[in-house]
């Protein structure tokens, strides 16, 4: 085998020559570029042919062929990256953009209307004390302190004043539609006849502030602080009033109808013609709480404290006191057919027996 591969690359070297000096010779193939050879089967003696110009070999030969081009080595590793080229030139400018709307203006002007867009975002600033009827809606005026401002009349439907402070300001008849007052400071402030429906009252301060009027209906009050607050003709139809504060609320012929109570502190409250229908009062703090001439009948007071209620000339048919506190309360000319006594704490600071057979007695 070592003598044949001498052989061909002896005979190799030869085609070369030949095929350099003598051009009418077709080695190797023209077509296919195969070189053919005759290798003696005797001598070893390998002798290039013309096998494309009909040449053959003889008996006492083997003919082989190979190729003039070699087996493809392997790949070789991957270079190193090149260097950064230089930085190319500069692009032409760009054909000028269209020209955008016109923006709205934040500031309030010298008659205190402001107009801000519905995008504006927080840090919109308000000059001025007055923005009295100003177009406010959809403003982000959150955590801003807006004391003693003049909203009066005011469009600030869908705004966010969460955490805002508007303690003593003037809010009276402003439209507060889908509002967020989350965590709001509202201290004395003035919101007789605003409309909150939608609001988000969270959590918001509205000590001895004024709601006579104001329609909250579907307004989120959870956790919100209303001591000492006017709510009178209030409409909460739908409101969320649960964990409140309510102590000492003036709720004259306010519409509370099949609200839940759970955990609303109402003491000292005032219910003075007030729509109490379909409430459940489990769980809610009624001390001292006035409901001189409210209609209660089949009302559910299981556990309430009443101590000092006023209850004189109030409707109690069927009402159910089962464990209530109605210590030092005034039942003066109510209606108690049919009163649940069980357990009861009378206004004597007697106790009604299980079975309601020892009923209070109304002196």
């Known amino acids: 085998m070592r003598n044949i591969t001498a052989a061909i690359a002896a005979a190799t070297a030869t085609a070369i020559v030949v095929t350099g000096?003598?051009?009418i010779a077709a080695i190797p193939d023209s077509a296919t570029k195969i070189i053919t050879g005759c290798y003696s089967k005797t001598t070893g003696a390998l002798v290039i042919i013309d096998k494309q110009g009909g040449r053959i070999c003889t008996t006492s030969q083997i003919e082989l062929s190979w190729a003039q081009q070699g087996v493809p080595g392997l790949r070789g590793a991957t270079g190193a990256d090149g260097l950064p080229g230089?930085?190319?030139?500069?692009g032409l400018p760009g054909a000028p953009g269209a020209t955008g709307p016109a923006g709205t203006n934040a500031t309030a002007s010298a008659g205190g209307v402001a107009n801000c867009a519905t995008s504006q975002v927080a840090g919109c600033e308000l000059t001025g004390a007055n923005q009295s009827n100003a177009n406010l809606s959809n403003i982000n005026l959150t955590g801003q302190d807006l004391t003693g401002r003049n909203f009066a009349g005011a469009n600030m439907a869908g705004a966010n004043l969460a955490k805002v402070n508007l303690?003593?300001?003037?809010?009276?008849?402003?439209?507060?539609?889908?509002?967020?007052l989350a965590g709001a400071v509202l201290v004395r402030s003035d919101l007789s006849g605003v409309n909150l429906t939608g609001g988000n009252m969270a959590g918001a301060n509205l000590d001895q502030a004024k709601l006579s009027n104001a329609n909250l209906t579907g307004t989120n009050l959870t956790n919100a602080n209303l001591t000492g607050a006017t709510t009178t003709a209030i409409n909460l139809t739908g409101a969320n009033l649960i964990g409140a504060n309510l102590t000492n609320a003036n709720l004259t012929a306010a519409t509370l109808?099949?609200?839940?109570?759970?955990?609303v502190n109402l003491s000292g409250a005032n219910f003075v013609g007030a729509d109490l229908s379909s409430i459940n009062f489990t769980g809610v703090y009624l001390q001292g709480a006035n409901f001189a001439g409210a209609d209660l009948s089949e009302r559910d007071f299981t556990g309430v404290n009443l101590s000092g209620a006023n209850l004189t000339n109030s409707n109690l048919t069927g009402t159910n006191f089962t464990g209530a506190n109605l210590y030092f309360a005034n039942l003066s000319g109510a209606n108690l057919t049919g009163v649940i006594w069980s357990r009861t704490t009378c206004p004597n600071a007697s106790?009604?027996?299980?079975?309601?057979?020892?009923i209070c007695t109304v002196s």
């Open 257 to 263: 109808s099949g609200h839940n109570l759970t955990g």
């Open 86 to 90: 230089a930085p190319g030139a500069a």
């Open 21 to 23: 000096s003598i051009a």
């Open 167 to 180: 303690t003593d300001a003037n809010l009276t008849g402003a439209n507060l539609s889908g509002t967020n």
């Open 351 to 358: 106790l009604s027996n299980n079975n309601s057979y020892q």
